[in-house]
């Protein structure tokens, strides 16, 4: 049974940090891609950052480069979201996702994503 199961989220001041955690079970972690989205209240789920099976790669959106960073522990099947400088704008429920690499698949689009995790909540206050 594949399971993702995100922790870490909470309640945080502006400027705050916060780590996440995903931990994954029931399938090869190892070659799997895993990124993070986050979805905030009335709106649409948005990408955050994704590490490469190899872990060789990472990418980030626009609004979270130099204040976020992915990280993967294939020994302990789990990908890290450490995230800094917190802004009021980053509060959302943030889902982390496993995606068996495919040619011509984006990193940055939900569909490309087979299993996903029921997501954390994370607010940052003002």
């Known amino acids: 049974q594949v399971q993702l199961v995100e922790s870490g989220g909470g309640l945080v001041q502006a400027g705050g940090s916060l780590t996440l955690s995903c931990t994954a079970s029931?399938?090869?972690?190892?070659?799997?891609?895993i990124a993070w989205f986050r979805q905030a209240p009335g709106k649409e789920r948005e990408f955050v950052a994704a590490?490469?099976?190899?872990?060789?790669?990472?990418y980030y959106a626009d609004s979270v480069r130099g204040r976020f960073t992915i990280s993967r522990d294939d020994a302990k099947n789990t990908v890290y979201l450490q995230m800094n400088s917190l802004k009021p704008e980053d509060t959302a429920v943030y889902f982390c996702a496993a995606g068996f690499p495919s040619s011509g698949s984006s990193y940055y689009t939900a569909s490309t994503y087979d299993y996903w995790g029921q997501g954390t909540q994370v607010t940052v206050s003002s």
């Open positions: 590490v490469k099976w190899s872990g060789r790669s990472t």
């Open positions: 029931g399938f090869t972690f190892s070659t799997y891609n």
